[in-house]
């Protein structure tokens, strides 16, 4: 994409105007409401012929049942990085993020669950969601319980005060002093790792740990199945989703085609996981239209802004069509993920 110094002022002036006149309205706008509303000194017929231009580079295109244009990803992605003027979130939009995203319950999914449904209805976008990847977590105590005589419960005590449990199978009858002394040897041996790093490492460090029947039995089920006891990617990556209802009422959904593919990708949550999962480290992320990799999002924009607290790293945003307010949505999601570390700290 040419840099925005290579169109001239009235294009960038004129570029933005058609910007922000398709964001307001869903409807191609036309040389005369430009001139009318935006006061750029020009006659409706200059507006016209610089709008051809825009469109013979690539930053309009002209809907056949209408005089009017509207942007291309192109035109929207030079708006973001060189025209835009961001708003800050409102004071009464910040009070309701706090209020909504506080609530009761501090866990955090419940955090996160929250923080997505009210920026969705405060952006009038679907707003999204996705939990740290715990397997980057460091372990700091397991617990093992005997509930019943062939199952144990494992309790995962992870740094940043999260609490993961599974059930493994166990040796029938196995004796209490055998899961005191095993709980004793995982620990001594296993904390202060990620789990990433006790699946690489566990069979090294459990194979000469204890020599005694009972405790060498339970060890070994520890080692025999690491893959599946210290792999908790499944539970730490999900994704919590909004209203899609905010997506429905807007207009490029109107049609029962339009609606169809909204609700399609909705009920994608891996699409959209692995979506959010590639902006962790990435800061604030706007991906437009044919940007986003996965073709299915070519209709969208992701808006998105990782958080980090302590060991916790993930993503909170908004997906919407491409024709977004953007200036007001950055601000929003930008606070959002700041909100989120806040209360995770």
């Known amino acids: ?64 049942t209408s005089a009017g244009r509207v942007p291309t990803d192109r035109a929207y992605r030079l708006y973001v990085d060189g025209l835009i003027r961001l708003a800050p ?49 460091v372990l700091e105590r397991l617990e093992l319980l005997l509930v019943s005589s062939d199952r144990l419960l494992l309790v995962f005590n992870l740094r940043s005060g999260v609490v993961r449990t599974i059930f493994v199978q166990v040796p029938t009858n196995l004796p209490a002093p055998s899961v005191q002394r095993v709980t004793q040897i995982l620990n001594d041996r296993l904390a202060g790792l990620t789990l990433a790093q006790v699946r690489q490492s566990v069979v090294e460090r459990l194979r000469d740990a204890d020599s005694t029947p009972g405790n060498r039995e339970l060890l070994n089920i520890f080692i025999a199945e690491r893959d599946d006891i210290f792999d ?8 919590m989703l909004g209203s899609a209802q905010m997506l429905a009422d807007q207009p490029e959904f109107a049609s029962n085609t ?37 073709p299915r999002l070519s209709n969208f924009t992701l808006v ?21 307010p953007y200036d007001k949505i950055i601000g929003l999601v930008e606070h959002t993920s700041r909100l989120v570390e806040d209360l995770l700290e």
């Open 1 to 64: 994409m040419p840099p925005p110094e290579q169109l001239s002022e009235r294009e960038l002036r004129v570029l933005e105007a058609v910007v922000q006149t398709y964001i307001e309205t869903a409807e191609p706008a036309g040389s005369q409401t430009i001139a009318r509303r935006f006061g750029l000194g020009v006659s409706p017929a200059t507006i016209r012929n610089t709008m051809s231009e825009l469109e013979e580079k690539g930053y309009l295109f002209h809907p056949h």
């Open 232 to 239: 908790l990617s499944s539970d730490g990556t999900a994704v």
């Open 258 to 294: 339009g609606i169809r593919g909204l609700l399609e990708l909705t009920e994608r949550r891996d699409l959209l996981r692995r979506a959010l999962e590639a902006r962790r480290q990435a800061g604030l992320s706007i991906s437009i239209g044919w940007e986003n990799l996965d």
């Open 304 to 324: 998105t802004s990782s958080y980090q607290a302590g060991d916790l790293k993930g993503v909170i945003g908004v997906m919407g069509p491409t024709r977004m």
């Open 89 to 137: 979130p409102s004071a009464e939009d910040t009070n309701t993020l706090r209020a909504q995203v506080q609530g009761s319950g501090s866990t955090l999914e419940e955090i996160l669950r929250r923080a997505a449904q009210v920026l969705g209805v405060l952006t009038q976008e679907l707003g999204m969601a996705v939990a740290p990847a715990l397997n980057e977590l």
